[in-house]
């Protein structure tokens, strides 16, 4: 591409830097993990009751009658999950004032709407998945538990330490839930205000990795028809990036290739976001006839 085929494209002067992901709501995360964590020991109860009566019977089943049920959890959680879509909307919200870009933060319009089906649904599919594995996990333990003989006492101490682990990852699901919804609206809302070019931003620290910092700064533009980000300079999807670079640093198990976008590591454990970028003609229509302060235009 020769330089007069570069559109003329407006920066913020200075994003903004946080040593932290920004995406992250503690009390939200927290509130949906309990949530999970206290549908779980409900189980746990549910299966010291049924062990009982096994251990008496001397009988190892093939299946406990004691199963996952999620019963309400979904819509519970949902409150929480709709809370860290809404901070998606006012971190995009900030990041938009800058270009003088507003938006109102309604979370009842149809766009809205859709998303928040679709993130019932995310999360529907991951608390179940969880429950069958931790069921599975369970007649696991009580099976081999009555077949080799242990006591009540002893098969139950290995359904706790299942369920701690347990709860451990309901931590893990609910910031990836939450993380992601925020993630997610912040997206949308560019995408829906008509901004389709972004750059890169990565915290540099002594935590951040090879991967991240090689896609510091690099400029990417959605491509609708494809549905990927393609970096302007290298014309390279992201996903081919991300797969070059995970085979460079040797880090394919660390890096998610076929991400859309930051986090490309796993929810919570990856700081990198996209910072809006207007082409000059779309910052002229918005600046009117104030003067350029804190953007600065690049080529």
């Known amino acids: 591409m020769s330089k007069k085929d570069v559109p003329h494209l407006v920066f913020r002067k200075q994003p903004t830097i946080v040593s932290e992901d920004p995406f992250k ?115 696991d333990i009580v099976y081999r538990g009555i077949e080799s003989g242990k006591t009540f006492d002893q098969i139950m101490e290995d359904v706790r330490k299942a369920t701690g682990k347990g709860i451990t990852e309901a931590n893990q699901i609910a910031t990836e839930i939450i993380v992601n919804a925020a993630r997610k609206a912040e997206t949308e809302t560019f995408l829906n205000v008509g901004i389709e070019i972004f750059r890169w931003i990565t915290v540099t620290d002594s935590k951040t990795c090879e991967t991240c910092l090689a896609l510091n700064g690099q400029v990417y533009r959605w491509n609708d028809l494809e549905g990927a980000y393609i970096n302007m300079d290298s014309k390279k999807f992201l996903y081919e990036e991300l797969e070059d670079l995970a085979s460079e640093f040797g880090v394919e198990d660390w890096i998610v290739t076929d991400a859309d976008g930051p986090p490309i590591h796993h929810a919570g454990e990856c700081r990198c976001h996209f910072q809006p970028v207007m082409t000059y003609e779309q910052y002229q229509g918005t600046r009117g006839s104030d003067k350029i302060k804190s953007i600065v235009s690049e080529v």
């Open 25 to 139: 709501t503690e009390k939200e995360e927290q509130a949906l993990a309990k949530l999970i964590a206290d549908k779980l020991q409900k189980y746990e109860d549910k299966i010291a009751k049924e062990l009982k009566s096994l251990t008496r019977e001397l009988a190892a089943p093939a299946k406990l009658t004691s199963g996952w049920d999620s019963g309400d959890l979904v819509e519970e959680g949902m409150e929480y999950t709709e809370k860290g879509y809404a901070k998606g909307v006012i971190l995009s919200s900030k990041q938009l004032a800058p270009l003088n870009v507003k938006i109102d933060i309604n979370m009842s319009n149809p766009g809205v709407n859709k998303t928040i089906k679709d993130l019932r649904g995310k999360l529907s599919k991951r608390v179940d998945e969880f429950g069958l594995k931790m069921q599975d996990v369970y007649e």
